[in-house]
């Protein structure tokens, strides 16, 4: 299929030490690899410099764009804002700590002639193990509770009009993470097709550890998908 046009959106938090190498990164591959962009930076309520910086990008070049929050909402939030705001057919999300290097999105790009969605899994992961153990047991509660399994771990293309019109934004209720796997366990149920592909993760740029695999963090998810469940029984 020809190259869709695409929304990269950045999430970011207090990324002051990491945000200029990321977004010159993003911009460079951008401008060189695809033909209908656009970056879309969601700054969740920073309290740093981060702001400031993506602002001066945006000046340079206008097809970045800093989205603002003025407080933390959380990762769902973000990602609501993200996809609200994209002008293109397709979004991809990504944090602003570096993690996932933007010339990923290469692998991913051929799998839309497979299926409209396409989702990844890492290679390998710079990460402590709990991280990996936190991963599958995730995964095996979401499928007992919600019935749905799919292997998701980085980022993913998805089609933004699905997002916003026939599932609709406001339907889902996740604020963490989760938004992203509730979003498309919605799509599976009304028969999307994904296609899986693996990427490479890297440490932070600024050598700190992740700040999301934490047990306050496990436990908000674990409340949402359970919310998820009661939501889609009291939608059947």
Not at 78 to 104: E, H, V, W
Not at 148 to 157: D, I, N, Q, R
Request: net charge neutral; proline share 5%.
């Amino acid at each position: 299929m020809n190259q869709p046009s695409l929304s990269l959106i950045y999430l970011c938090l207090n990324e002051e030490r990491s945000l200029p190498a990321v977004l010159q990164e993003a911009q460079d591959y951008a401008s060189s690899r695809l033909a209908d962009w656009e970056i879309l930076v969601v700054d969740d309520g920073s309290t740093d410099r981060s702001a400031q910086i993506i602002g001066e990008f945006a000046q340079k070049e206008p097809r970045i764009r800093l989205l603002q929050h003025p407080r933390n909402l959380g990762m769902g939030a973000g990602l609501r804002t993200g996809i609200a705001a994209s002008t293109k057919d397709y979004f991809c999300m990504l944090a602003a700590d570096g993690q996932i290097a933007p010339s990923q999105i290469d692998r991913m790009l051929p799998a839309l002639a497979q299926a409209p969605i396409v989702l990844s899994t890492y290679f390998r992961r710079p990460d402590e193990w709990y991280r990996v153990v936190l991963s599958r047991g995730f995964r095996v509660y979401m499928r007992g509770a919600v019935g749905v399994s799919f292997a998701l771990e980085g980022t993913y293309l998805f089609p933004t009009k699905l997002a916003r019109e026939e599932i609709g934004l406001d339907a889902i209720g996740a604020e963490t993470f989760f938004f992203s796997f509730e979003l498309v366990a919605r799509a599976l149920q009304r028969g999307w097709k994904v296609a899986d592909t693996v990427i490479e993760c890297r440490p932070r740029s600024d050598g700190t550890p992740s700040r999301i695999a934490n047990l306050k963090q496990v436990q908000r998810v674990a409340t949402e998908i359970w919310r998820f469940r009661q939501r889609l029984q009291a939608e059947g």
